[in-house]
């Protein structure tokens, strides 16, 4: 009788250490798949908030300040003149948070502030009468500061970007904004700049002046030759410039621009 044995044979050591190297090369393209996939999905999640950010904030500028000079009191036949939200304390300003309180050479600012009538929107004082009165939640403004855009419901004078009440409406810690620029006229492109803002489109309109007395017009918010008593009526036109990144993630920028004409020609006298 014969009996036969058979000796098993398991993995030897070469085949092992082959072995672990393709799982360890498999394993790496798992996790560089899975990892690929994380930032791309937050790179989503972050563009998705810093779109919504910036483009929820430009849609809020342009619509507050297209009511620049509204008044409550313009009924059919009513003086022009006498709208208390276009004299000189409650005009349109453009000025820059450096200099509140001076007009930027050129007209370029980081801070806008006008009135105008709210109607009782926005405070039980703000009554919609037609006149400012003490009505001091009808002076409005937007301003860059320290990496925020705020947004101003009370003051005492369009002249000052340091004067009144401000509130964030942007989060630094979350959506850090670089750049906030208005102007009257027409500005030319702007190159990009690393880690501030991409490049930015040249905005054509431009504010109007047109004096009645003299009967010229000019490309200016302001007319060229004006005396005291000629009728000057101004068609106002704010360019807006607005960019800002996610915090943390300077890869992640973005940029608007928008023109917005103010619905109220601004009527008066010169003095």
Not at 189 to 218: E, G, M, Y
Not at 238 to 255: C, R
Request: with cysteine.
């Amino acid at each position: 009788m014969r009996v036969s044995c058979h000796k098993d044979k398991g993995f030897n050591l070469i085949e092992l250490m082959i072995a672990m190297l393709i799982g360890l090369i498999i394993l790496g393209a798992v996790l560089s798949i899975y990892i690929s996939t994380i930032k791309a999905s937050s790179d989503t999640v972050k563009s998705a908030r810093l779109n919504y950010d910036l483009d929820s904030v430009m849609q809020l500028m342009v619509n507050d300040i297209r009511r620049a000079g509204h008044w409550g009191g313009a009924v059919t036949g009513s003086d022009a003149n006498l709208n208390s939200f276009t004299t000189s304390t409650t005009n349109v300003n453009i000025r820059t948070l450096a200099n509140p309180t001076v007009d930027p050479s050129p007209n370029v600012g980081d801070c806008i502030l006008y009135a105008y009538d709210a109607g009782g929107l926005v405070a039980a004082d703000a009554n919609g009468d037609g006149l400012l009165g003490d009505d001091a939640n009808e002076y409005y403004g937007f301003k860059l500061d320290r990496g925020a855009v705020w947004i101003r419901y009370s003051g005492a004078t369009t002249a000052n970007c340091s004067d009144g009440l401000w509130e964030r409406i942007t989060d630094e810690n979350e959506v850090l904004v670089t750049n906030l620029q208005f102007s009257f006229l027409a500005t030319a492109a702007q190159a990009a700049i690393a880690n501030t803002q991409p490049a930015l489109p040249a905005l054509t309109a431009t504010s109007r002046c047109l004096n009645f007395t003299a009967n010229t017009v000019t490309n200016s918010i302001n007319c060229a030759t004006v005396t005291a008593g000629d009728d000057i009526a101004q068609k106002r036109m704010i360019n807006i410039h607005l960019s800002g990144y996610v915090e943390g993630d300077m890869s992640v920028i973005k940029s608007l621009s928008n023109s917005v004409k103010v619905s109220n020609n601004r009527i008066y006298t010169a003095p």
